[in-house]
Structures are given as C-alpha cells and as structure tokens.
C-alpha cells in the first residue's frame, strides 16, 4: 500500500478533478502490475495496473489507494475491470466519498466473489485526497491560505512595496503549491496593485492545459480588461454582486467567466462562493491574497490549512499587516493554530498550520 501512495503521489498536480489513487497487483509474492491515475479522462489506477499485469492479475490481489469506483463516468467502473481480470482480493486505503461511490464499490466486488479489506493506511491516503473528500462531504474545497511575511507579521512596506520579502527558495516553493491547486484565489485589490498571473511557470511541473484556474473575488466588478491572467491558458473565474450586463460581457469576451450572487448583498457571501466553488469541482484552493480578504477567509472559519513563509527581516509598525480580522476584546476569542511543520526554504522558514480543536 505503501507504494500505491508513492505511485498516486505522482498525480498530485495532473488529476484535478478526480483524486489522486495509486493501484499495485501482488500474486504470490511478486509485484506484477502498478498504475496510478494521472489524468481526468484517462484510465484510472486500477486499469493502468491491470494493463501493466496482463494475463497475470487473475488470483492476484490489488492495493489500490481509494475503494474502485462502480459508476460510469469519463471512464467506466474500475469494479468491472477488476471482476474482468479475475483478481482474488481488493485492499483499499480510503473509503470514496462520491455518493455515486461510497460503499456501492465494495458491495459490487463482494458480490463477485471478491475479498474486500479497508482501511489500510488510511490517514495517509485521506490526506492525499483531502480536498476530494472536502468537495463531496463538506460541499466546499480544501483551502490554503499562503502568507509571504516578515518576522514583524508585515506583507508590505506603507508604500505597498513588497518585492521580493521571500527569497527566490519560497517563490519557487509557492509553485508547487500552486500545481498541486485546482484554482489560485485572490481579491480584487491584489489584481489591481500586483496585476499577477497566478499560474505554475516552473518547468519541474508539466501541466500541459491543466493549469490552475484563477478565481478573483471583486464584489463592485473592477476587474480591468487589461489584466495579465486574462492572457494566460486556462480559466479566469470572477465572483462579483454587480449585475451590470455590459461589464460582465466585457470580461466574458475576453474569456472571463463571471459568477454573479445576488446585488442586494453588500459584500461577497463566502460561503455560497464556496460551495459554488465545489460546484465547479475545485478540490484544493490556494489562496494568495492581501490582508482583507486573508482576514475575512479567518474570521468566517473558511481556511483549513495557513501556509506562511516567514523571512527573516523587520518592516517597522507602518508596514502593512498581514492580516485584516475583526477587533478582539477577549485574549480567549483569538483564533488558535497548531504548527503541524516547520522547514528551512532558503533563508526563509515556512510554517505550515491548522486551526487548532476547541
């Protein structure tokens, strides 16, 4: 099992939407297929696994990440490959949380005669597929806030100066990160001050066309036609209140899609942006923001994971603040984390976090 977490590790940044799953086929003792999924529409884990066994799958016993699928989809049921091939055995990791899933695979290969067992390292493969399961259980992605900040918790000198505060080690961190993304969010206000292309740009990471898709959050609709994102591959999606049909157009032209929530709202409701973002089949979201938005995100209880990368210098008390959330009376109202790693990136230090339980 081990090793089909190895093998879906290398579809981290290529399966979006679908989860990442790693397939290997053991009979008697020796390894005779391996797969992984690395692509929505091309085969799955399972069948890759079962084309690399050939003749040899049939009494074979599979490991497979996440429990087959049994529904047809892009692709038809991983259940029927494996009845097909006549494997003896089916060991799984992690339950599918798809509702057109969800136990019905097991149910199929037990009633072929197959053996089931669940559960195997199982912390290991949820984790991997953490915002797959967030999509279908929670009805909103996985979301990582991302900070690049100084030691004083400053994102920007008062004159908005900010290039470079990270080094060169953490911006190309930040590309990782944002490959393995199903979308790179921000506000408005970073669009307007920074112009940002939010796209992978590193060659370690071959996306081909499945680059990231941008998600800018503009409630008043201000979004230039000028912006850099709008010429890059992939998809530009803008959540906005104003209903003005000339501007939307405007930005649909140009191959914006425009996601419109009710004028009457003074500001963007981020959880129904949210759950349209599930709606898209976004899984993981990356956030890179300013502090407003950073702040709202914190405060409305919307980040699962806080990503900072803190670089060893002091901007002084007129820089800009990293975040932006709401006045606190009571020390015992603050929002607490716990640091799940810390690592050396460069000269900078990035601490990787969640909220901490109650």
């Known amino acids: 099992m081990a090793l089909a977490l190895r093998l879906a590790e290398r579809g ?61 989809g892009r692709t038809p049921p991983c259940t029927e490959g494996l009845i097909e091939a006549g494997v003896s055995r089916v060991v799984y990791a992690d339950g599918d949380t798809d509702p057109q899933v969800a136990g019905a695979g097991v149910r199929q290969l037990e009633a072929a005669g197959i053996r089931v067992t669940g559960g195997v390292m199982a912390n290991e493969a949820r984790r991997l597929n953490r915002g797959f399961h967030s999509r279908h259980q929670r009805g909103r992605p996985f979301i990582t806030l991302k900070l690049g900040m100084s030691l004083d918790g400053k994102l920007a000198l008062a004159n908005g100066q900010s290039q470079w505060i990270t080094g060169a080690e953490a911006r190309a961190d930040v590309q990782r990160l944002r490959a393995q993304s199903c979308a790179v969010l921000c506000g408005i206000g970073t669009v307007l001050a920074d112009d940002p292309r939010l796209t992978v740009r590193d060659p370690r990471f071959d996306l081909a066309d499945r680059q990231p898709a941008r998600v800018v959050f503009d409630s008043k ?34 191959g914006a899609e425009i996601e419109s ?98």
């Open 221 to 254: 609709l201000r979004f230039p036609i000028g912006a850099a994102m709008l010429r890059e591959p992939g998809r530009t999606v803008v959540f906005t209140r104003n209903s003005e049909e000339a501007l939307q157009q405007s930005l649909r032209t140009l």
């Open 261 to 358: 929530q009710p004028a009457s709202d003074e500001a963007l409701d981020l959880h129904a942006v949210c759950a349209r973002l599930a709606a898209l089949e976004f899984n993981e979201v990356l956030v890179e923001s300013g502090p407003l938005l950073a702040g709202a995100l914190l405060d409305a209880g919307l980040v699962d994971e806080l990503v900072i990368y803190l670089a060893p210098m002091l901007l002084g008390a007129t820089a800009r603040s990293a975040f932006a959330t709401r006045e606190l009376l009571n020390l015992s109202d603050a929002k607490r984390f716990q640091c799940l790693e810390t690592r050396s990136i460069g000269r900078d230090l990035r601490l990787t976090l969640t909220p901490a339980l109650a």
């Open 12 to 72: 981290r940044c290529s399966t979006k939407p679908n989860p990442r799953v790693g397939c290997v086929l053991v009979r008697n003792g020796e390894i005779v297929g391996r797969g992984f999924h690395h692509h929505a529409g091309g085969p799955h884990a399972e069948r890759v696994a079962l084309a690399d066994a050939g003749d040899k799958a049939r009494g074979a016993t599979a490991y497979v990440t996440l429990e087959p699928c049994c529904h047809y």
